[in-house]
């Protein structure tokens, strides 16, 4: 696993630097906010510096900043409010569909095949979803800091991960959408960074601390779980029309979205979503079998 993450430093010290900033920036949300932004601006740094990143770009962060900075301090302008909610929505959501002009991501695994019956596999660390999930949690979710919190967090994550892992990958099994295919990426622990970071942990905080917990307010958790389910498998129909694939989505948002709900903890949904797509990495066909 470590000859392919030293062979990355060999090739582009400056990329992996430029990747390593970001991560090391999000991770930092919970240790020390100000140290946070400062890895996170210095990533845009060179990310500038490397082409990878316009002034358009980089504009857009400054926009949906202010954006987020707005809406946490307009108490009595509903409308404005909700203006600015479905404006920051937008720009989340583009970013999540790589939408936004001027980011240029960062392509670490070319196709590979990855599983057997499979089709290539590549995975990228996305600076324009990376960032835009770094400004979502900066502004929007409080980080657990004491023993109580994590508590909570670890409670909800070996309660949840079991019954998803179980539910998801039990109905493909049973249905041979996939196969038993234990295996030892040589990427993994790069994968693991990027995915926990600047997959997981972006689309929970977007989904759960953004778009359910709003609802929440307005509908109710039960419901607010329901339309997020619904937003989450919307999402995925951008990449895919396969109703199977879909169906998977909306049953593990359905998990995500519960762990939410019974502990109030972005990171605890994170875990659970984390864990479930390691658990398909490492144990079943990745991405899924081309026949099924």
Known sequence: MFPFLLNHWEKDPLLCLMGSLLLLAITCLWIHRHVAFFLALSSVGLAYYMGRMSPFAIGILGLLSALLLLERHINRAPILKGLVTVAIATVATAS?????????????LPPTQVSSGAPPYDFYLNL??????FLLLFFMIKPAQNRHEWA????????LTPWGILCLLGITYFFGWTVYEPKKPTFFLVWAAVNLLTVSLVE???YRGFIQERFSRWIGPWNALIITTLAFMGGHFYFTHDWRYL???GLASFFYGLTY????????A???HFSVNAFHLL?????????A
């Not at 999540?96 to 670490?108: A, D, E, K, R, V």
């Not at 324009?128 to 999930?133: F, I």
């Not at 909570?152 to 309660?159: D, F, Y």
């Not at 709900?261 to 990171?267: C, D, H, W, Y």
């Open 261 to 268: 709900n019974l502990t109030k903890r972005v990171e605890a």
């Open 128 to 133: 324009d979803k990376g960032l835009v999930g």
């Open 270 to 272: 994170a875990l659970v």
């Open 96 to 108: 999540f569909f790589h939408l936004l002009p001027g980011f240029t991501n960062w392509q670490i």
């Open 152 to 159: 909570l967090i670890l409670k909800g994550w070996l309660a």
């Open 247 to 249: 169906s998977l989505v």
């Open 283 to 291: 144990l079943w066909t990745y991405p899924r079998l081309l026949a």
């Open 204 to 206: 929970e905080a977007f």
